[in-house]
Nanobody
Framework: QVQLVEFGGALVQAGGSLRLSCSFSGSSFSLYAMGWFRQAPGKEREFVAAISGSAGTTKYGDSVKGRFTISRDNVKDTVYLQMNSLKPEDTGVYYC?????????????????????WGQGTQVTVFS
């Protein structure tokens, strides 16, 4: 079965940078679109970024465009989220998610409902 494990959450000052990693196992990584979502206390889980299996398509939430970059390594079965110019409102638990897209290798969804597998989350706290 698919397992996802996130790494890299930390306490960071506003304006700083952080890179999250998510290790994938249990299936063929390239057949999955990968997404990052986040959830702040008392708020709904929201879309942050997604990348297709081929890495040819990326999508970003409006609040992170221009600051965050999603990438993947289909040899290491790992997806990354590079976060720059962090703001206190970026604080939350960041979740990695996988969506089996089969041969639609250029598709990356931005809806929670599309993702079948989820990691346990990693905490990111941005202080000013």
């Amino acid at each position: 079965q698919v397992q996802l494990v996130e790494f890299g959450g930390a306490l960071v000052q506003a304006g700083g940078s952080l890179r999250l990693s998510c290790s994938f196992s249990g299936s063929s990584f390239s057949l999955y679109a990968m997404g990052w979502f986040r959830q702040a206390p008392g708020k709904e889980r929201e879309f942050v970024a997604a990348i297709s299996g081929s890495a040819g398509t990326t999508k970003y939430g409006d609040s992170v465009k221009g600051r965050f970059t999603i990438s993947r390594d289909n040899v290491k079965d790992t997806v990354y989220l590079q976060m720059n110019s962090l703001k206190p409102e970026d604080t939350g638990v960041y979740y990695c998610a996988a969506d089996q897209t089969y041969h639609w290798m250029d598709y990356a969804g931005d809806s929670k409902a599309e993702y079948e597998h989820w990691g346990q989350g990693t905490q990111v706290t941005v202080f000013s």
